[in-house]
């Protein structure tokens, strides 16, 4: 009779069931695994052979088969070692089958039988709890990860004979399981005592600057900074993560699947419970930035997701690298296409951007001349083509700062917290406008719920009329101004937007444009 045990794999950040089936074939001794198996998998089959025989039981003496079903589907990863064995030793009788037809089993198994974590976990048990299966069995390592999905037991296990003595049929070794549970909560209120290396309120005058980036984390949106070398731009980017909000419950879930499948979560802490600051160096290649390889893993734009994506110097990113972000940016996901597999991330980031305005970096500035003649210029700039700068909401100037700024230590300035609380009480009206829809922020705002949301009366009507007019706005243009001055009057805890809001918005956008 074979024997059949539950596990899964992954595609992307989404998991689908797989079928663990072992027979035995009375023939010379051997290991055959089938069903389209990584390198990996195929490989299990001699640490199962040592796990078993080294936790105490007796490895079969004839030919193994395992297959791995559905069979056109390809797996990848070590999550199979501990549902491989345990299917052998269930057609060896030593596993009660009726134990273990609604569990599911995931582990990598080390030569002496102890159980080692592996990545995907929080993905692959949520799966596994929409296809309604009851309880799984994981290492030690990745339980409390895997208790973050409700309403599914959690069996946490260290070694192969932990397992084995609980769905054995031998009762005399029978050991219980520890069943894993956590509270989300606990693990987002740690985001409250985060301490941030970099502060506002150690910034010294850019006070436009400064709203501009509160304005980018109250609603979501793309910023671009140009000003001279030492105007503070990289340091106001840097200390951009300390007024960013906290993250929603679905938003922290979500994340945390995506650094599960990339194998970049701590044991300690499960659960990601800040958003993320991924600053990039212009080295990076298209593959790094997009995601991607032969098993598709993802890039920066998906670890950003939900949090920063800082490129600083970004005219020194090679173009092609540049203008593979620009669907994503319009989607807020991207589909990596193989010969042989199709797969979604989601990329939903603020893009944050820093530049000098030439290629010596002081083009306007007030004290120093600029060397570049204008084809250095046109050249330099053009890296940054057209249609990305047309999606980024927010264009800046960060300006030399005076001696007097500089020198004045007098000025008091508002901190990081102070800003914070403003951009998590925009949040807050956010998320519950948008309550009845799939999104938090305003930058993620359809062409349908800008109609609905982002309604102008008479006189803004005619502000926004005149700037296209005068600036040639394009379609993408005119949403983003709308949407910019959603969030707008969401800081001054606005009901409707105003003509102001939409006089502030059109000066955050096409400054670099017009000034190429």
Do not use: W
Request: glycine residues 6%.
């Amino acid at each position: 009779m074979v024997a059949q045990v539950i596990t899964s794999t992954i595609s992307g950040i989404d998991s689908y069931k797989i079928l663990v089936e072992v027979d035995f074939v009375q023939s010379i001794p051997s290991v055959v695994i089938v069903g389209l198996p990584d390198t990996a998998i195929s490989e299990a089959k001699e640490r199962v052979r040592s796990a078993i025989k080294n936790s105490g039981y007796h490895f079969p003496n004839q030919k193994v088969v395992v297959n791995l079903a559905p069979a056109d589907l390809k797996k990848v990863g070590t999550n199979y070692d501990l549902p491989i064995a345990m299917g052998i030793l269930a057609r060896d009788g030593i596993i009660d089958e009726e134990l273990i037809k609604n569990t599911a089993f995931l582990g990598e198994l080390s030569l002496d039988g102890s159980l080692r974590a592996v990545n995907g976990v929080l993905p692959i048990v949520s799966g596994l709890k929409e296809l309604e299966i009851k309880q799984v069995v994981v290492p030690k390592e990745n339980a409390k990860e895997a208790a973050l999905v409700p309403n599914i037991k959690v069996l946490s296990a260290e070694t192969l004979r932990d397992v084995v003595c609980h769905f054995g049929v031998n009762r005399e070794e029978k050991k219980e399981l520890e069943v894993c549970e956590v509270d989300i909560e606990d693990y987002l209120n740690e985001y409250t005592t985060t301490k941030y290396e970099f502060d506002f309120k150690d910034i010294k005058g850019q006070i436009k600057a400064k709203k501009a980036l509160e304005i980018a984390a109250a609603g979501g949106h793309n910023i671009l900074m140009m000003g001279p070398p030492g105007s503070g731009k990289t340091l106001l980017s840097k200390s951009f993560a300390s007024i960013l909000p906290p993250l929603e419950i679905e938003e922290a879930i979500e994340l945390t699947k995506i650094y599960s499948v990339s194998g970049m979560l701590s044991p300690d802490s499960p659960l990601i419970n800040k958003r993320p600051f991924r600053s990039v160096h212009h080295t990076a290649s298209s593959i790094g930035i997009i995601g991607g390889g032969s098993n598709p893993k993802p890039g920066e734009i998906t670890l950003a997701h939900r949090g920063v994506l800082f490129l600083d110097e970004i005219v020194e990113f090679p173009r092609n690298v540049l203008e593979v972000m620009r669907q994503p940016l319009e989607d807020g996901e991207v589909v990596i296409s193989r010969a042989n597999t199709r797969v979604k991330f989601p990329a939903d980031f603020i893009l944050l951007g820093a530049m000098n305005p030439c290629p010596c970096g002081y083009l306007g500035d007030s004290k120093k001349q600029c060397t570049c003649n204008d084809f250095q210029i046109q050249r330099y700039r053009s890296r940054l083509s057209g249609p990305l700068l047309d999606r980024i909401d927010i264009q800046i100037e960060v300006p030399r700062l005076s001696a007097e700024e500089l020198l004045n230590t007098n000025i008091k300035t508002e901190s990081s917290a102070q800003i914070r609380e403003r951009v998590i009480k925009a949040r807050k009206i956010q998320v519950e406008r948008y309550k009845e829809y799939p999104i938090f922020t305003n930058s993620q705002l359809n062409a349908e719920l800008i109609k609905i949301f982002c309604k102008l009366d008479e006189k803004s009507e005619n502000l926004l009329r005149n700037a296209i007019s005068k600036f040639n706005l394009s379609g993408r243009s005119y949403d983003r101004i709308l949407k910019l001055s959603r969030t707008i009057a969401d800081l001054e805890n606005s009901e409707n937007i105003e003509s102001s809001h939409i006089a502030q918005a059109l000066q955050y956008r096409n400054f670099i444009e017009s000034s190429v």
